[in-house]
């Protein structure tokens, strides 16, 4: 079965410390794979997806991630936290039986 | 632009009561997800609908049901609450279940006491 990985459950960073949490999903075809953040009380917001073409995808708030399909990976990083990305991020992928999986998710915590 | 909207926000019920949870997809979506967040999880598929069809059924308790109607809103209803039905419960809308296009509603907080 399909599956979506985040092996970092909690990740703490000082205010301007470069991050890059991991995700790894299971499945051979074609792959649409999404970050999702989560703000304390807040419902899941879009960061950034991939579905095909440059590897490498931005999104908002300075978010990028980069698609490996030899890896299996598609790592979300960002060059400089913020106090304000004190979050949950949810990596997630698009099955092939038309739905979205999420990974368990990474609780990142900023030290300000 | 017009966002998914689910109704009501937050919910509190005794258990063994019922609950009726409702979402309006983004104008002319017409593939609804349902998915049930608890505390500290990740949100988990319920069941999806499209064309007022239910298209796929995940980790849904029998005491739940759900269905699509003609405006393509959809209404999720839980009976016989336990105290582990407390979690946020997203609505997530696409057109003709695509994932180019799927967005997902601010939830529903379901707390059962």
């Known amino acids: 079965a399909q599956s979506v990985s985040q092996h970092n459950h909690h990740v703490i960073l000082s205010e301007a410390a470069s991050l890059e949490l991991g995700c790894n999903y299971s499945?051979?075809?074609?792959?649409?794979l999404f970050w999702y953040v989560q703000y304390p009380g807040q419902h899941l917001q879009l960061l950034l997806k991939?579905?095909?073409?440059?590897?490498l995808v931005k999104g908002i708030k300075g978010f990028e991630a980069e698609f490996i399909k030899s890896k299996f990976s598609f790592n979300l990083r960002k060059p400089s936290v913020q106090w304000s990305d004190t979050a949950e991020y949810f990596c997630?992928?698009?099955?092939?039986?038309?739905?979205?999986?999420f990974g368990s998710g990474t609780r990142l915590s900023i030290r300000p | 632009a017009a966002g998914v909207i689910q109704s009501p926000r937050h919910l509190i019920k005794e258990k063994r009561e019922t609950a009726t949870l409702k979402c309006y997809p983004i104008p002319r979506h017409d593939t609804v997800y349902w998915y049930q967040q608890g505390p500290g999880q990740d949100p988990q598929f319920l069941i999806s609908?499209?064309?007022?069809?239910?298209?796929d059924k995940g980790s849904i308790p029998d005491r739940f049901s759900a269905q699509q109607f003609s405006d393509y809103h959809s209404e999720l209803n839980m009976s016989s609450l336990e105290l582990g039905d407390s979690a946020l419960y997203f609505c997530?809308?696409?057109?003709?279940?695509?994932?180019?296009?799927?967005?997902f509603g601010p939830g529903t907080r379901l707390t059962v006491l």
């Open positions: 499945y051979g075809g074609t792959v649409n």
């Open positions: 609908f499209y064309e007022k069809m239910q298209s």
């Open positions: 997630a992928a698009y099955s092939s039986a038309s739905k979205i999986i």
């Open positions: 997530a809308s696409s057109l003709t279940g695509g994932a180019t296009d799927t967005y």
């Open positions: 991939y579905f095909s073409g440059d590897p």
